[in-house]
C-alpha cells in the first residue's frame, strides 16, 4: 500500500516558533524531487517537543501543502494510548492518509500490552496504520509474533522496522501476510530491507537528496538491481555521517541550515552539532557537490 520512498520532515524552527515558510519550501522541493510521500511529527521532526497545537498544525498544515499531490503519513504515536487515538483521530479529520504508529516509550509494556494498545488505536480511528519498532529509542522492541497477530486488523497495514535486525524483519515477512507491507526505518540499510520483500523506506536523508533515494527504491522494485545498488552505495557514506551525528534529527537538521533551507535550530534537550562535526558535514556536502541550495546545484 504504501510503496516507495517517504520522507520522516524536519520541523523548521525560528526564534522559537515554527517556520512555516521554510517548511512549505521544503514540502514543495520534494514533491517537485519525485518523493512518494510525507512524514510529518516523526522523530526527525522533534515531534516529542511540539505542544499539542503545533502538532496539530504541523499535520493539517503538510496535508494542506501537499494538496493530494503525495500521501502523508502522520505521526500519531504516543505512549498514551488515549493520545495516540486523539492525535490519530484529528490527522484523519484533516485528511492524512495513513498514521504512523511508534512503540511506546519509557512505561514498557508488555507484548500483551502492546497488543491492547495498538488494537485499541484500530477500533477508534478508521485510517491505514503503520507500525514503528524502533526499541533503540522505546526500549522495548514489538516482536514479529505480536506484529503477525495486530496484521491481522483491518487497519494496520504495515510496519516501519528501525529494529537494524534484518533476523527479525525476514520473521516478520514470513508470519504476516504478503500484502503487509515492511518499510526500512533505516536509510543504512534500506536496500537490505528492499531484498527481503521490504517495500520502501521512511527516509531521513531524504530531506536532502529525495530524487536519489527514491531511485534507489523504485530501481530496486522494478527489477533494476544494479542501479539500485550502486546509486545506494554512492550515497551511503553521506547518509552514513549524516545520520551519525549525535542523535537523529541533529545531523540532517545541520546540513540543510549548511544549505540555507532552514535556520540551524533546535528544541532542548537536543543542541547544534559541535564545530567540529559540522565542518564534516560540510565538506561532506561539497564532496557530493550539495553545498548550494536546492534547485542551484553545480
Given at each position: 500500500?504504501?510503496r516507495?520512498?517517504y520522507?520522516a ?8 516558533q515554527?517556520?512555516y ?5 521544503l514540502?514543495?522541493n520534494?514533491i517537485?524531487k519525485g518523493?512518494d ?7 526527525t521532526g ?12 504541523v499535520i493539517a498544515?503538510?496535508v494542506k ?6 500521501p502523508v503519513?502522520a505521526?500519531t504515536?504516543s505512549?498514551?494510548t488515549a ?7 484529528h490527522?484523519?479529520e484533516?485528511?492524512?492518509?495513513a498514521?504512523?504508529l511508534?512503540?511506546?516509550?519509557y512505561n514498557?509494556p508488555s ?5 491492547a494498545?495498538f ?8 485510517i491505514p496504520q503503520?507500525?514503528?519498532t ?5 526500549v ?6 505480536t ?6 486488523h483491518r487497519?494496520?497495514v ?21 500484502d503487509?507491507d ?5 536509510d ?6 528492499l ?5 520502501g523506506v521512511i527516509?531521513?536523508?531524504s ?6 533515494t527514491?531511485r534507489?527504491v523504485h ?9 539500485s ?7 551511503f557514506?553521506?547518509?552514513?555521517a549524516v ?12 546540513v ?6 532552514v535556520?540551524?535550530?533546535?528544541r532542548?534537550p537536543l543542541v547544534?552539532a559541535?564545530?567540529?562535526a559540522k565542518?564534516s ?7 557530493y ?9 553545480r
Amino acid at each position: 500500500m504504501f510503496r516507495g520512498a517517504y520522507t520522516a520532515l524536519v520541523t523548521p524552527f525560528k526564534n522559537g516558533q515554527i517556520d512555516y515558510s521554510a517548511f512549505e519550501a521544503l514540502i514543495e522541493n520534494q514533491i517537485a524531487k519525485g518523493i512518494d510521500g510525507l512524514v510529518p511529527c516523526g522523530t526527525t521532526g522533534e515531534s516529542p517537543t511540539l505542544t499539542e497545537k503545533e502538532h496539530g498544525e504541523v499535520i493539517a498544515f503538510t496535508v494542506k501543502t501537499a494538496r493530494k499531490r503525495v500521501p502523508v503519513m502522520a505521526g500519531t504515536g504516543s505512549n498514551s494510548t488515549a493520545e495516540a487515538i486523539l492525535y490519530s483521530r484529528h490527522a484523519k479529520e484533516v485528511g492524512a492518509d495513513a498514521v504512523l504508529l511508534v512503540c511506546p516509550y519509557y512505561n514498557k509494556p508488555s507484548q500483551r500490552g502492546l497488543i491492547a494498545h495498538f488494537s485499541a488505536i484500530a477500533d477508534a480511528v478508521d485510517i491505514p496504520q503503520i507500525l514503528y519498532t524502533i526499541p533503540g529509542r522505546s526500549v522495548i522492541n514489538i516482536n514479529p509474533e505480536t506484529i503477525a497477530e495486530l496484521s491481522r486488523h483491518r487497519n494496520i497495514v504495515g510496519v516501519k522496522e528501525a529494529s537494524g535486525n534484518l533476523e527479525q524483519m525476514i520473521k516478520i515477512k514470513t508470519l504476516c501476510d504478503p500484502d503487509f507491507d515492511l518499510i526500512s526505518g533505516d536509510d543504512t540499510i534500506t536496500l537490505p530491507v528492499l531484498s527481503i520483500g521490504g517495500v520502501g523506506v521512511i527516509s531521513v536523508i531524504s530531506n536532502l537528496i529525495p530524487q536519489e533515494t527514491s531511485r534507489v527504491v523504485h530501481s530496486y522494485l522494478e527489477g533494476k538491481t544494479d542501479e539500485s545498488r550502486e546509486l545506494f552505495m554512492k550515497y551511503f557514506e553521506l547518509t552514513k555521517a549524516v545520520v551519525s551525528v549525535d542523535s537523529n534529527p541533529v545531523g540532517i537538521k545541520t546540513v540543510l541550515a549548511l544549505r540555507g533551507q532552514v535556520t540551524e535550530e533546535f528544541r532542548l534537550p537536543l543542541v547544534p552539532a559541535s564545530s567540529e562535526a559540522k565542518e564534516s558535514l560540510r565538506k561532506q556536502l561539497d564532496r557530493y557537490g550539495l553545498l548550494t541550495p536546492a534547485g542551484q546545484r553545480r
